[in-house]
């Protein structure tokens, strides 16, 4: 059964930073785009960060642009999301997603609680 796992959120206070791990399993990882999503209360889910499967190109939204890093690790299947000086507008449900380059076939993660508050 395909998973994919969140962890690393938590309670931060602005300024702060967290790095989110996203394991996956029963599924061939290496050949799938990776990308990390958010959802705050009341709005749409938006994309944040993305890494290609192949060559390992980044992408970010403008709102995390300078101050989000995702990475790959493809020996260990986990996608990671290095958040620094976090701000409260970072508060949101972040998820992980999996996507198959040319294909409907895509997984989400159960997703992590992030809260930026002093």
């Known amino acids: 059964q395909v998973q994919l796992v969140e962890s690393g959120g938590g309670l931060v206070q602005p300024g702060g930073s967290l790095r989110l791990s996203c394991a996956a399993s029963e599924f061939t990882f290496i050949n799938y785009a990776m990308s990390w999503y958010r959802q705050a209360p009341g709005k749409e889910r938006e994309l944040v960060a993305a890494?290609?499967?192949?060559?390992?190109?980044?992408n970010y939204a403008d709102s995390v642009k300078g101050r989000f890093v995702i990475s790959r690790d493809n020996a260990k299947n986990t996608v990671y999301l290095q958040m620094n000086s976090l701000k409260s507008e970072d508060t949101a449900v972040y998820y992980c997603?999996?996507?198959?380059?040319?294909?409907?076939?895509?997984?989400w993660g159960q997703g992590t609680q992030v809260t930026v508050s002093s």
């Open positions: 997603n999996a996507q198959l380059p040319g294909t409907s076939v895509h997984y």
């Open positions: 890494i290609t499967s192949v060559g390992g190109y980044t």
